[in-house]
């Protein structure tokens, strides 16, 4: 039987002070009394509890972009530089695309909470593919 734990605040009638009530009922009860009083239902939402080891491979996998587009923006950096004539505007992406995941590497704030990692992801990732497909 599912049973929903509510608080409440009444007011003591002999002192006037607020006294925490906690009402236990059913759900069908819940339901039955709301309806009986014209209350709205409050949605149900369910939890979806997160794979503890998620926060691992969430660390290892933005560590492992982020590190890769430092080393191929530091390598293909060379690369250009090593050119005749080498494509200014290329070379001033590169050490901008370097210096951005460097720096969100270094940033131990990201590595703080599994939504931030996956927003690193969400970002990087298809920045570190599209580099790698203008290599090839």
């Given at each position: 039987m599912d049973k929903i734990m509510e608080?409440?605040?009444?007011?003591?009638?002999?002192?006037?002070?607020?006294l925490r009530v906690n009402l236990?009922?059913?759900?069908?009860?819940?339901?039955?009394?709301?309806?009986?009083?014209?209350?709205?239902?409050?949605?149900?939402?369910?939890?979806q509890e997160r794979n503890p080891l998620?926060?691992?491979?969430?660390?290892e996998s933005t560590?492992?972009?982020?590190?890769?587009l430092v080393a191929l923006a530091?390598?293909?950096h060379m690369k250009e530089m090593k050119k005749a004539h080498p494509n200014q505007d290329r070379i001033a992406e590169l050490v901008a695309l370097r210096d951005?995941?460097?720096q969100a590497n270094r940033n131990t704030q990201n590595y703080k909470t599994m939504e931030r990692m996956e927003?690193?992801?969400?970002?990087?990732?298809?920045?570190?593919l599209a580099e790698k497909k203008k290599i090839l």
């Open positions: 608080a409440q605040f009444v007011t003591d009638v002999e002192t006037g002070e607020p236990s009922m059913d759900y069908k009860e819940y339901v039955e009394l709301a309806k009986k009083n014209h209350l709205p239902l409050t949605p149900t939402s369910t939890v998620d926060w691992y491979s969430l660390t560590k492992s972009i982020l590190t890769g530091s390598t293909e951005e995941a460097h927003e690193l992801i969400a970002k990087y990732s298809p920045i570190l």
